[in-house]
Structures are given as structure tokens and as C-alpha cells.
């Protein structure tokens, strides 16, 4: 069976979003659309309604872009679990409460038993110093926390 992948929203945003000027966001960004073109039909891929609500704010032909790419990817429910792993996370602080949604991305993948957990979010997320504080607030509840990657991380070879 194929790994299971939650798209943090940073995902279609890399994806639709005009060249940046910046290099490194640049590169993220084909860094993206490469595992987009190369590997996404290694995994299966989910979102949530936090992505949803992210994706279609902002520029709106982006957001219009961004929802077409969202469009038939599984959408991952937002249960009680989610509502109360998200608040330990903050209230625990793997995450700081400015970072509500990012705490919400965490718990929907992690409540759902996602393999991995993509993004570029690197301040909140996929954050070395913060996946070890993330990782123990899941276990102390009682889940394994998804891997917290970027795209680069899950191309082949």
C-alpha cells in the first residue's frame, strides 16, 4: 500500500505561485513541482479543511489554482481528537498560539496516522528544533507523529 501524505498548505501554494525572486524560495518552488510531476503518484495524498480555508484566501486567481489542484484530493475530517491535540500543542508549547493552524495541520495528520506530513513551513513545522517537542506532545497522547518532511525528502534516490 502506498504512504500516506498530508499537504500542508505551503504545498499548493509552492505549486501555483509565480517564480519567486528569491532563490531559495525558488528552488523550493521547483523543488515542489518537481515531486509534484515525479512522485505524487507514489503516495496518497490528503488535505484538510485548514487547507481548504488557506488555499482559497488571497490573490484569487492563485486561490482559483490552487482550489483545481485540490480538487478530488481526500479530505481528512476534523474530529474532536484533532481539536484537542491541536490545543495540547499549543498549551504544551511545541507550538506558540500565533500558530493555531499550524498546530490544526499537525493534529489532522497525526489523529489520521499520516506517514508524512509535507511542507515548507519551516518556522512552525518542519522546524528540527520544534519536531522533538511536536513529537513528544503526540506520544504523550497516545500517537505516533507523522514524519515531518519536504518535498525534497521524499524524492527518490
Not at 532563490?23 to 481548504?52: C, E, G, M, P, Y
Amino acid at each position: 500500500m502506498k504512504p500516506k501524505v498530508y499537504l500542508e498548505t505551503t504545498i499548493p501554494s509552492y505549486l501555483v505561485s509565480r517564480p519567486s525572486r528569491d532563490l531559495i524560495v525558488a528552488a523550493h518552488q521547483q523543488i515542489t513541482k518537481d515531486w509534484w510531476l515525479n512522485r505524487r503518484q507514489d503516495f496518497r495524498l490528503f488535505i484538510s479543511q485548514f487547507v481548504i480555508n488557506e488555499s482559497a484566501a488571497g490573490d484569487k486567481d492563485l486561490s482559483r489554482e490552487r482550489m483545481l489542484l485540490l480538487q478530488g484530493v481526500p479530505q481528512l475530517e476534523v474530529v474532536d481528537e484533532v481539536t484537542r491535540l491541536a490545543r495540547a500543542l499549543i498549551a504544551q508549547g511545541a507550538v506558540p498560539p500565533e500558530a493555531a493552524t499550524d498546530a490544526a495541520h499537525i493534529a489532522v495528520a497525526t489523529v489520521h496516522r499520516m506517514d508524512f506530513l509535507m511542507t515548507w513551513n519551516c518556522t512552525h513545522i518542519a522546524n528540527a528544533v520544534m519536531i522533538s517537542k511536536i513529537e513528544g506532545v503526540c506520544q504523550a497522547h497516545g500517537y505516533a507523529c507523522p514524519v515531518i518532511c519536504t518535498p525534497e525528502e521524499l524524492m527518490e534516490g
